[in-house]
C-alpha cells in the first residue's frame, strides 16, 4: 500500500487588508441561549439590547403572515410601499429615502460611499462603536472630541472642529450607550460652524423616545448635504426583522447609496413587518409611553440607591458602578438580568428599560449586585 507523506504545509499569507487589523468586532449583548449556558437559569428579563420588550404590533403576525406565503418571489428591491409610506408622513420625497437591514447596515453604506482613505470622520466618544468600525474599515482618520465628564456632547469643541471641514461628521442623538440628547440650539450651534462640503450623519435610532424638535427641519436650514438614520428595531419592536431607513438632503445622496447597497438587501417579510408597524400609530404611542414612565420609575428608584447615571433620553439607562461593570452584569446575570457591562472608563453599565415585572427585578437585585 502506497502511503503519501502528508507533511503540514505552512499556512499562506493572509490576503485581507491589513486596515482590517486595527478593527475590533462589535460585540453584541447577551443572548438568552448564552444566558442559560452560563448559569443554568431558564427565566431571564433581557436588559442588555435596547429592544421593545413590549414588543410589536399586533398587526406585524398578519402582515408577516401574509408575506411569507410566496417565499419564491423576490422583495421589491427599493422597498417603494415602505417608503412611500415614510415619506408621507414626514412630509419627504420618496426617492430621498433609503431602507436597510438595520441602521448598522446605513451607517456601512455610507460611510463606504463617503470615506476615501486618509479622510478625517469627526464623532465624540463615547458612542456607537460601529462608527469606529466602519471609519477603520474605510482607512479614514478618526477625529474624536471626547465628551464632558456628564457625557454631553461639547458644543464648543465639537464646532470648532466640524469648521476644520472634515468629510463626515456623526452626530448621535440620544446618544448610544449614554442616553444624551442634543438640543435643537446644540445642533444649530454645530451646524453652523460646519461647510457644507461636510456631510453630517445624524444617528437617530433612538429618536421616538425624544422628539422635542424636528430634525429634519434643523437639517434643512443648515442647507449642506445630510442624511438622518432611523430604525424599527427600538420602538417599533423588530429588532429581529432588521429594517432601518435613511432620509437624505437629496436624491442625488440616495443614488449613490443604491450604487453600493445589496439589490435585495430587505426582505419581502421584513418590508411588511416594518409597514404594519409604522401604520400603528397608537401601538407606538402607547408603548414609548410605557417606556418613559418606567424609565422614570427605574430613575427614581436609582436616585433612592444614591446611584449615579446620566440623564438619559432613550429606552435605556446609563449607570456607573463602583464594584466594576463585569462584576455588576455577572452578579445580575444569576439573578436572571442580563445587562450590558460597557468599557466607558469609570465602570458603566447600560440596562435597557423593560417592562414592569422587569424593572421590578431589577429594582429589587441592584442593591446587592452594586456593593464594592
Same mark, same amino acid.
Given at each position: 500500500?502506497?502511503?503519501?507523506?502528508?507533511?503540514?504545509?505552512?499556512?499562506?499569507?493572509?490576503?485581507?487588508?491589513?486596515?482590517?487589523?486595527?478593527?475590533?468586532?462589535?460585540?453584541?449583548?447577551?443572548?438568552?441561549?448564552?444566558?442559560?449556558? !452560563?448559569?443554568?437559569?431558564?427565566?431571564?428579563?433581557?436588559?442588555?439590547?435596547?429592544?421593545?420588550?413590549?414588543?410589536?404590533?399586533?398587526?406585524?403576525?398578519?402582515?408577516?403572515?401574509?408575506?411569507?406565503?410566496?417565499?419564491?418571489?423576490?422583495?421589491?428591491?427599493?422597498?417603494?410601499?415602505? !417608503?412611500?409610506?415614510?415619506?408621507?408622513?414626514?412630509?419627504?420625497?420618496?426617492?430621498?429615502?433609503?431602507?436597510?437591514?438595520?441602521?448598522?447596515?446605513?451607517?456601512?453604506?455610507?460611510?463606504?460611499?463617503?470615506?476615501?482613505?486618509?479622510?478625517?470622520?469627526?464623532?465624540?466618544?463615547?458612542?456607537?462603536?460601529?462608527?469606529?468600525?466602519?471609519?477603520?474599515?474605510?482607512?479614514?482618520?478618526?477625529?474624536?472630541?471626547?465628551?464632558?465628564?456628564?457625557?454631553?456632547?461639547?458644543?464648543?469643541?465639537?464646532?470648532?472642529?466640524?469648521?476644520?471641514?472634515?468629510?463626515?461628521?456623526?452626530?448621535?442623538?440620544?446618544?448610544?450607550?449614554?442616553?444624551?440628547?442634543?438640543? !435643537?440650539?446644540?445642533?444649530?450651534?454645530?451646524?453652523?460652524?460646519?461647510?457644507?462640503?461636510?456631510?453630517?450623519?445624524?444617528?437617530?435610532?433612538?429618536?421616538?423616545?425624544?422628539?422635542?424638535?424636528?430634525?429634519?427641519?434643523?437639517?434643512?436650514?443648515?442647507?449642506?448635504?445630510?442624511?438622518?438614520?432611523?430604525?424599527?428595531?427600538?420602538?417599533?419592536?423588530?429588532?429581529?426583522? !432588521?429594517?432601518?431607513?435613511?432620509?437624505?438632503?437629496?436624491?442625488?445622496?440616495?443614488?449613490?447609496?443604491?450604487?453600493?447597497?445589496?439589490?435585495?438587501?430587505?426582505?419581502?417579510?421584513?418590508?411588511?413587518?416594518?409597514?404594519?408597524?409604522?401604520?400603528?400609530?397608537?401601538?407606538?404611542?402607547?408603548?414609548?409611553?410605557?417606556?418613559?414612565?418606567?424609565?422614570?420609575?427605574?430613575?427614581?428608584?436609582?436616585?433612592?440607591?444614591?446611584?449615579?447615571?446620566?440623564?438619559?433620553?432613550?429606552?435605556?439607562?446609563?449607570?456607573?458602578?463602583?464594584?466594576?461593570?463585569?462584576?455588576?452584569?455577572?452578579?445580575?446575570?444569576?439573578?436572571?438580568?442580563?445587562?450590558?457591562?460597557?468599557?466607558?472608563?469609570?465602570?458603566?453599565?447600560?440596562?435597557?428599560?423593560?417592562?414592569?415585572?422587569?424593572?421590578?427585578?431589577?429594582?429589587?437585585?441592584?442593591?446587592?449586585?452594586?456593593?464594592?
Amino acid at each position: 500500500m502506497l502511503v503519501l507523506d502528508r507533511k503540514p504545509q505552512a499556512a499562506p499569507a493572509t490576503p485581507m487588508r491589513a486596515a482590517l487589523d486595527g478593527v475590533v468586532a462589535y460585540k453584541a449583548g447577551m443572548t438568552l441561549a448564552e444566558a442559560g449556558r !452560563r448559569t443554568g437559569l431558564s427565566d431571564f428579563a433581557k436588559l442588555a439590547s435596547n429592544e421593545n420588550l413590549l414588543g410589536a404590533s399586533p398587526k406585524v403576525a398578519d402582515a408577516v403572515m401574509a408575506a411569507v406565503a410566496e417565499p419564491q418571489i423576490y422583495p421589491d428591491p427599493y422597498c417603494e410601499t415602505l !417608503r412611500a409610506a415614510i415619506g408621507q408622513r414626514l412630509g419627504v420625497s420618496s426617492s430621498r429615502i433609503v431602507v436597510s437591514p438595520g441602521s448598522e447596515a446605513l451607517i456601512d453604506y455610507v460611510f463606504r460611499a463617503v470615506l476615501a482613505p486618509g479622510d478625517k470622520i469627526l464623532l465624540s466618544s463615547p458612542t456607537f462603536p460601529a462608527y469606529d468600525i466602519f471609519a477603520r474599515c474605510a482607512e479614514a482618520e478618526i477625529v474624536d472630541v471626547p465628551r464632558l465628564a456628564n457625557f454631553d456632547l461639547d458644543v464648543p469643541a465639537v464646532a470648532a472642529a466640524a469648521a476644520q471641514g472634515p468629510k463626515l461628521l456623526i452626530l448621535c442623538t440620544p446618544n448610544n450607550p449614554t442616553g444624551n440628547a442634543l438640543s !435643537r440650539e446644540a445642533v444649530e450651534t454645530v451646524l453652523a460652524a460646519t461647510p457644507k462640503t461636510t456631510l453630517v450623519f445624524v444617528d437617530e435610532a433612538y429618536r421616538e423616545y425624544f422628539e422635542a424638535y424636528d430634525m429634519l427641519a434643523v437639517l434643512d436650514a443648515w442647507g449642506g448635504p445630510w442624511i438622518a438614520a432611523r430604525t424599527f428595531s427600538k420602538a417599533y419592536g423588530l429588532a429581529g426583522m !432588521r429594517v432601518g431607513y435613511g432620509v437624505a438632503s437629496s436624491e442625488e445622496l440616495i443614488a449613490y447609496l443604491d450604487r453600493l447597497r445589496p439589490p435585495f438587501n430587505v426582505t419581502a417579510v421584513s418590508q411588511a413587518a416594518a409597514l404594519a408597524a409604522w401604520e400603528d400609530r397608537e401601538h407606538l404611542a402607547s408603548t414609548v409611553a410605557l417606556t418613559l414612565s418606567e424609565r422614570a420609575r427605574v430613575e427614581a428608584a436609582l436616585d433612592q440607591m444614591g446611584v449615579e447615571h446620566t440623564r438619559s433620553e432613550a429606552n435605556f439607562v446609563f449607570l456607573r458602578t463602583p464594584a466594576g461593570p463585569e462584576a455588576v452584569a455577572m452578579r445580575l446575570l444569576h439573578e436572571g438580568l442580563i445587562v450590558r457591562p460597557t468599557p466607558v472608563k469609570g465602570g458603566w453599565v447600560r440596562i435597557t428599560i423593560g417592562r414592569p415585572a422587569d424593572n421590578d427585578r431589577l429594582i429589587a437585585g441592584l442593591p446587592a449586585a452594586l456593593v464594592p
